[in-house]
């Protein structure tokens, strides 16, 4: 593994143990976090596997530092927010909405460079990975629920942080979608990813 790889991971874990420190809520932070004890040594697998480039493991880092973030104060007490819903005028914090923006956009690109391996055709590859950012973003809604109800159904508006939208899961899905969407003005950048990924794997072949 690259060093420069190594150095976002420490950073990331930096993060992590800092934002990990006092949560607002002990409870649901650790609900916030069973996915990331299950993802992040996913993805370091998956990094020397696939070798991702720099460029795709500091948009993940970004957006996991602000999932880090939420987790903390919880994503509807997120209180660094209240300044932009105050200037807004927002009835809620949307600190959640951003997060998921951001979901499909940062994480676009490290889903893009899984799928091209195994897919050569840059109009399939970017479908495949618009799908999977927009699978991922509802099966987390759903796991997010499950998680709530089974093991602290108390917890279950704090970690799930409706604040009161009954829409709150479907416009979550939709922000997430989005973002994800955003990345195909990038189309130029991702063909000459693709193109960089083929010669390198040609390479390790020859």
Known sequence: MQRSHKIVYAVYVLIWIIMAINPRYRQDWLLENILVFLIFPLIVWM???YKFTLTGLILLLVFASLHS??????????????????????????FDRV??????????????????????KLSSALLFTFTMVVSI???????????AIIFHPELGLAFLGTQGDVWDSQKDTLVAMIGALVNLAFYKNYRKLLQYKSASKNLECS
């Open 137 to 147: 973003s509802a099966l987390y809604e759903i796991l997010e629920w499950l998680a």
């Open 69 to 94: 973030l939420g987790a903390h104060f919880t994503y509807a007490k997120m209180e660094y927010f209240d300044v932009i819903t105050q200037f807004f005028g927002f009835e809620r914090n949307n």
């Open 99 to 120: 997060v998921h923006f951001l979901f499909g956009l940062l994480t676009f690109r490290i889903i893009f460079e899984m799928i091209i391996p195994n897919v050569s």
């Open 47 to 49: 990094d020397t596997k």
